[in-house]
């Protein structure tokens, strides 16, 4: 498909558009792009979209203007979308399926009241009947609900605290464990962290409404989106894609080069999707909410920011291989979340290819998000975004737990496991009877050879002693050490820099290098900046030290940072270290480090602390001279 630019700098090709660089892991959703396979979708047009369409064309030949990248705006009938309370399609009882079939609803309502819905669909539970509780008030979300778990009843203020005053009051707070249960609390308030995990993660999709527009001002904007295009080098394919979906075809269009904000508007103006893949690399405020979130999830946490212009389409249904939260902040965007086919599609190991219209199954939530709302949906949960003819929609996807289930464990733990058990047991290295291609294999699956029965049995008793060789922690291990190459670098306050690294007074002055030296005694009190700052690995014959302070805001930028302990100072320095994991968020003394000397002591603060691991309780002065 040749796109032309409706501008007289019409100096870009056309390109193969199945293509689309480089994907940021996490939060980019995997739709197989690459594929020049299409699945057509069903196209009704309706007499409405007929004659909007012949008014478009109309329109364009007058002004003589060719679209870059021509998408149907098709209108669809919004039999729901103006009321207060999102209408819900009725589905058969006893359908054996439970995953993405609840849906919790917060609305508050102009009229100054707040209406809670909980929508079960479970087998043996007729569908559809929603319990309703409203109360009346000054539209504060003081909430009680007639479900098995109740929301908090003593919520009074989770509307009135913006994201700035809410990074401030976190700042404050010395664990960085409860600085992300803060902001997650704030980011699906009213619903409970109790109550999300109990019920909703990883099981059941959910909706808050909040009717408060600003409530996530200050984290992204169309206006900030605009300035970081004129800022940053902000590359097609790497860090913005331009997308449309029509006709059930799903299209990229990334030029080459740096996507110019002449460009990108025009192709936004002829009605396609950007999205931006990471932009906690441009946004402070993105960057600060995910640094904190990762320490919550212990699993990178990611965003794409989607900019879908009125009346369009930019993605095919499809699922994705992520928890995602799907935070509105301008606009409205129509969503549509459907049940999940079969079984092997609940939380899925990776993302699905796109679908087209036929391919879906029962549509089990069908509403408008509008700004300030939050939809959430587990991995596997089919589904598509289309925007409104009357306005833009802006939202931000923040996404987690990618690769971290069990399974993704054991995958590091079962090779290890048959490792270790190979070269520690003799009955493992002992070799196969000699006729056993006599009786086992396909061939031989339906024989009633005694022998295959002693074969099998002899196999499952050697699977049930690997158990005995796993080594748990070290695949534990590997895991931590992915998940610190994945981390954003944390945001500090003003406070950790006085007390870091960053806030040492070296400087060049009057011809010379000044204050270099920072001063380390017995008595300085130190902790680590962060819970998940640094992990303590094996790595035969020394100790790794992995950690996440010095990552760069771009995803995998670097590779994994690392300080090595030499096995002759293995005892003494492991220790240490290990105590001052175990005593965060608490302030410990050097002196109280294991080590032979007060001088191995102070040589290990001074490391963590140049690495920018530690904080020094009192802010950082230097000796003058060495």
Known sequence: MKIKRMSAFAIYRSIPTEKCGLQEKMSKSSENISSKKTNAGLQMVSGIQKLKKKQKNMKSKKNGAKQRCPVVKEAFEDTCHNSQVTKEPQSKAGDGSDVGSVHCELVLKKTKKVVLKLKRQKQGITPGISRTKVVNGNCKPKVVVQTPKKFPEDLECWGQCSLKTLLQDIGKLQNSKDRAAKMFEWMIAPVSPTQFFSELWEKKSALVRRCKPDYYKGLFSTAEFDRILRENDVQFGVNLDVTSYSGGKRETHNPPGRALPLVVWDYYKNGCSLRLLNPQSFSLNVWNVLSILQEHFCSMAGTNVYLTPPGTQGFAPHYDDIEAFVLQLEGKKHW?????????????????????????????????????????????????????????????????????????????LLPATLQSAIEEDLEFRTGLPLDYLEYMGVQNSESNDRRRASFIEKVHSLIKKLTNYAPVDAAVDQKAVNFLHDCLPPVLTQEEKALSVHGAPARWENGDARDVVVKTEGRTRIRLLRKHIARLCSGDPSLLLYYSAENSRVYHKDEPKFLEIDSEYFLQYADGIEKLIHSYPKYITVDSLSGETLDDKVSLASALFEKGLILIKKPTTSLEGN
């Open 336 to 412: 549509r979340v459907y049940k999940a086919r079969s079984n092997d599609e609940v939380l899925p190991q990776f993302s699905s290819r796109n679908f087209s219209q036929d391919e879906l199954g029962e549509i089990v939530l069908d509403t408008v998000l509008e700004a300030g709302d939050l939809l959430y949906f587990p991995r596997g949960v089919i589904h598509q975004g289309d925007c409104l003819p009357d306005q833009h929609s802006l939202h931000i996807t923040l996404s987690t737990y990618q690769r971290n289930s069990w399974a993704d464990l054991l995958e590091k």
